[in-house]
Structure formats: structure tokens, C-alpha cells
């Protein structure tokens, strides 16, 4: 019987082939992947420390190194790209309109004093943010910044520190998330069209988009003296990208930030999103 929390039987046959081949079981046994993803994603909806994860997803060492070893070598990314890859190959995935915004994350206390030797960079943050930490008017958070395809499915997510201007990520987004095609041809990278909301409306963000052929689908702030034109049809649809931020945040990890490191935390959003895409 499927616990709450774990994958269903149809999730793990979709996801079982992404994963790295297991280990033979030579000497100790090794932990199955499904146990140790199914202790993953518990982790991963009640924001609990990894050391009240549960005896029967096997010993808290063994899922929390495996999780931080993929994290390294990039498994998480890679496996929501190939499911991504997958919808785009069925006609799943819209290329026409994508939705861009962002959330503030509120960081708990223990995601604070990582290592300065330890900094990561543009791997999961905007280049030169470090661990994506700062300080907003919920006091000491991240942003977490997200790429919606039309249909609302999540295509890539950038962090930084919680007080950054949503423009500040802008580029990022539309220059991560590259989806691989089925057979020949180049990855599939950037939308006809993109619609964000009045924060995305100044002229840098707008020619940012329109110098990588996407056409802005932006309201114009009414203090700007130029009026630009949009699709308010297309626009009233922007609220998919809201209805993927609750539904990301429905996972306790996300919703609040407990990492130290921001890849790590970024992980943990990758995982989520790959979640969507399984469901």
C-alpha cells in the first residue's frame, strides 16, 4: 500500500528509468532508489530534519547522502529535463505563452552560517548572490524566482536574496531550462511569448525579452510615460504561474527555506517541480 507522501506505482515506472542504475548488492546491501525517494519526498512535504525521517525509508545517512550526491551530480536537473522532454515529444508542453514570477521564501534560522569557502555561484543562483540570502519586510529570506510553460507546468527556477527586484532574475529565467527534443534538432529554450506582471514592466526587462525574440506580455506601470500594448486575454491567464507557486509551497520544505546552501535548497525546488511533472 502507497503511503501519503510516496510515489504511486505509475510515478515510479515514469521515474524509475531517469534514475542511476542501482548499485549491485555486493556485501552490505544497498537501499533501493524507491525507498530512498520515497524518503526524499517526505522529507520534502513535511520540512522535517532529516533526523526524524522515518526507519522504514532506511537510515537517515544513506537518504541524506544519496539526496546531496545526486544534487552533485546533477540528477534532480536532469530528470526534470527528460520529463519535460517527454511531455514536449506528446505535445504536452506550450511553447506559445509562458508566465514568469516570484515568491519570497522566508529562511529559517538554520539556514543561516554557511561557510563562505563553500559559496556557490551562478549553479543555482544569479551569478555572484552566493547562497541567495538577504533580508526583505519578512525579514531574512530568499526569492525564489519561476518560469511557468502555458499549460502551468513549471520550466525552471532561479534564486536570489529575498530583497532583489523580480526584474534582477529576469534573463536568467528565460536563458535556463533549455528542453531537449526527441531525436535531432537543438534544445527548445525560450517561448513566443511571455507575460509577467507590472514588476517586469520597465524598459530594460522589456527589451531583455524582445533581444531573445519573446514577445512581452506585460501591463504598463501608470507612472511610466510610455504605454506600451499587450494581450489582456493572454495576461488573464498569468494566474497559472500563482496557482504553481501555492501548489510548490504546498511542500514545507519549499515553503520555507531550512537549507544552508542554495543549491541544496534548489534541489529540494527541482525535486517539487519534477513532482508536478510526474502528476
Given at each position: 500500500?502507497?503511503?501519503?507522501?510516496?510515489l504511486?506505482?505509475?510515478?515510479?515506472e515514469?521515474?524509475?528509468?531517469?534514475?542511476?542504475?542501482?548499485?549491485?548488492?555486493t556485501?552490505?546491501?544497498?537501499?533501493?532508489?524507491?525507498?530512498?525517494?520515497?524518503?526524499?519526498?517526505?522529507?520534502?512535504r513535511t520540512?522535517a530534519?532529516?533526523e526524524?525521517?522515518?526507519?522504514?525509508?532506511?537510515?537517515?545517512?544513506?537518504v541524506s547522502?544519496?539526496?546531496?550526491?545526486?544534487?552533485?551530480?546533477?540528477?534532480?536537473?536532469?530528470?526534470?529535463?527528460?520529463?519535460?522532454?517527454q511531455?514536449?515529444?506528446?505535445g504536452?508542453l506550450?511553447?506559445?505563452?509562458?508566465?514568469?514570477?516570484?515568491t519570497?521564501?522566508?529562511?529559517?534560522q538554520?539556514?543561516?552560517?554557511?561557510?563562505?569557502?563553500g559559496?556557490?555561484?551562478?549553479?543555482?543562483?544569479?551569478?555572484?548572490?552566493?547562497?541567495?540570502l538577504?533580508?526583505s519586510?519578512?525579514?531574512?529570506?530568499?526569492?525564489?524566482?519561476?518560469?511557468a510553460?502555458?499549460?502551468g507546468?513549471?520550466?525552471t527556477?532561479?534564486l536570489?536574496?529575498?530583497?532583489?527586484?523580480?526584474q534582477?532574475?529576469?534573463?536568467?529565467?528565460?536563458?535556463?531550462?533549455?528542453?531537449?527534443r526527441?531525436?535531432?534538432?537543438r534544445?527548445?529554450?525560450r517561448p513566443?511569448?511571455?507575460?509577467?506582471?507590472?514588476g517586469?514592466?520597465?524598459?530594460?526587462?522589456?527589451?531583455?525579452?524582445r533581444?531573445?525574440?519573446?514577445?512581452?506580455?506585460?501591463?504598463?506601470?501608470?507612472d511610466?510615460?510610455?504605454?506600451?500594448?499587450?494581450?489582456k486575454?493572454?495576461?488573464?491567464?498569468?494566474n497559472?504561474?500563482?496557482?504553481?507557486?501555492?501548489?510548490?509551497k504546498?511542500?514545507?520544505?519549499?515553503a520555507?527555506?531550512?537549507?544552508?546552501?542554495?543549491?541544496?535548497y534548489l534541489?529540494?525546488?527541482?525535486?517539487?517541480?519534477?513532482?508536478?511533472?510526474?502528476?
Amino acid at each position: 500500500m502507497t503511503r501519503r507522501f510516496e510515489l504511486t506505482d505509475a510515478q515510479w515506472e515514469q521515474i524509475a528509468p531517469l534514475l542511476p542504475p542501482q548499485k549491485p548488492r555486493t556485501g552490505r546491501p544497498a537501499e533501493d532508489h524507491r525507498q530512498v525517494l520515497n524518503g526524499m519526498l517526505w522529507i520534502l512535504r513535511t520540512g522535517a530534519p532529516w533526523e526524524d525521517l522515518p526507519a522504514r525509508y532506511g537510515a537517515v545517512g544513506t537518504v541524506s547522502s544519496r539526496f546531496y550526491r545526486w544534487r552533485k551530480a546533477g540528477v534532480f536537473d536532469r530528470v526534470l529535463q527528460r520529463l519535460q522532454a517527454q511531455a514536449d515529444a506528446r505535445g504536452d508542453l506550450d511553447w506559445d505563452l509562458h508566465f514568469v514570477d516570484a515568491t519570497v521564501v522566508r529562511a529559517h534560522q538554520h539556514a543561516a552560517g554557511a561557510r563562505r569557502s563553500g559559496a556557490i555561484g551562478g549553479e543555482a543562483t544569479v551569478e555572484g548572490m552566493g547562497e541567495a540570502l538577504g533580508r526583505s519586510q519578512g525579514g531574512f529570506s530568499t526569492k525564489l524566482h519561476l518560469r511557468a510553460e502555458g499549460g502551468g507546468k513549471p520550466i525552471t527556477a532561479v534564486l536570489t536574496a529575498g530583497e532583489r527586484h523580480e526584474q534582477f532574475a529576469l534573463e536568467a529565467l528565460m536563458d535556463k531550462g533549455a528542453v531537449p527534443r526527441q531525436g535531432r534538432g537543438r534544445p527548445r529554450l525560450r517561448p513566443r511569448r511571455t507575460a509577467g506582471d507590472r514588476g517586469y514592466s520597465s524598459p530594460p526587462a522589456r527589451r531583455r525579452l524582445r533581444q531573445r525574440r519573446i514577445e512581452p506580455v506585460i501591463p504598463t506601470r501608470k507612472d511610466q510615460l510610455r504605454q506600451f500594448d499587450f494581450d489582456k486575454a493572454a495576461y488573464r491567464e498569468r494566474n497559472k504561474v500563482e496557482r504553481l507557486i501555492g501548489r510548490l509551497k504546498q511542500y514545507r520544505r519549499i515553503a520555507t527555506r531550512y537549507e544552508k546552501r542554495a543549491a541544496n535548497y534548489l534541489a529540494m525546488v527541482t525535486l517539487g517541480m519534477t513532482m508536478l511533472w510526474l502528476t
